[in-house]
């Protein structure tokens, strides 16, 4: 079992910045060994996942962006405290969503990007980005 839980969220003008947080618990296996990714929903869009990190066919960590966020959005790790960020830069209108963590135990290169495949997830945070 994984128990997740995001922080960070808000609202914000175009061009911010924020950074969400995910603290997990877990009681069966390492947090940092699971693929561990920021998915986001808004109203009347289908679920992305913007950002994964996570082993590479068990070779390495790697970290993993859709093309949406890529060079905006940096996704990091703090396997002592056993939390992830996500820090968003440049931040527009359509970056407005709900923002959940989740984690599966998987490789992350062959199962990032599909959000279904994750099995554990947190509350979500909001995060919205005004014009």
């Known amino acids: 079992q994984v128990q997740l839980v995001e922080s960070g969220g808000g609202s914000v003008q175009a061009g911010g910045s924020l950074r969400l947080s995910c603290a997990a618990s877990s009681s069966e296996y390492a947090f940092e060994n699971y693929c561990r990714a920021w998915i986001r929903q808004a109203p009347e869009k289908e679920r992305e996942v913007v950002a994964a990190i996570g082993s590479r066919s068990g070779s390495g960590t790697f970290t993993f962006y859709a093309d949406s966020v890529k060079g905006r959005f940096t996704l990091s790790e703090d396997n002592s405290k056993n939390t992830v960020f996500l820090q968003m830069n440049s931040l527009t209108p359509e970056d407005t969503a709900r923002y959940y963590c989740?984690?599966?135990?998987?490789?992350?290169?062959?199962?990032?990007?599909?959000?279904?495949?994750?099995?554990?997830w947190g509350q979500g945070t909001q995060v919205t980005v005004s014009s």
């Open positions: 989740a984690a599966g135990a998987m490789w992350c290169d062959r199962n990032w990007a599909f959000s279904a495949r994750y099995t554990y």
